[in-house]
């Protein structure tokens, strides 16, 4: 399985995920945020670059299933709103979609490495 820092941000149904860097960062600290108690402190540190960190497939399903309840219950909506409310940062973009593309990803990865 692969994982790409690189590219437009789409999903190749658990094969490939690509987002660049403007992209790619917002969407890994909201999910390390709300997915603390999933990922160990050396993956969420190792998300932030694509130096080959692990997700197992256990890990990649739940990751999913937190998504899928945040966008259920509306978070990432609400959160999306106050982060352009706020600002954002500069060049950096939080977007439902691509919340959307890595759940899907995630759910049909079998587990992943952030290269």
């Known amino acids: 399985m692969g994982f790409d820092l690189e590219g437009n941000g789409d999903s190749d149904r658990g094969k490939y995920f690509r987002n660049n ?3 790619w960062h917002p969407l890994w600290s ?4 709300n997915c603390e108690d999933i990922l160990t ?3 969420m540190e190792g998300g932030s ?3 080959g960190i692990e997700i197992s497939p ?3 399903m739940q990751i999913a299933n937190r998504l ?3 966008l ?3 978070k990432v909506s609400d959160y999306i709103k106050e982060y352009y409310r706020v600002g954002g940062v500069s060049n950096y ?3 439902e979609d691509n919340v959307v593309n890595f759940m899907n990803f995630c759910g049909e990865s079998k587990g992943f490495e952030i290269w």
């Open 30 to 33: 909201y999910v390390c945020t």
């Open 93 to 95: 973009s939080f977007q």
């Open 58 to 60: 256990i890990k990649a």
């Open 49 to 51: 670059f694509n130096d």
């Open 68 to 70: 899928a309840e945040l």
């Open 21 to 23: 860097i403007w992209y």
């Open 72 to 74: 259920i219950e509306g």
């Open 41 to 43: 402190k050396e993956e």
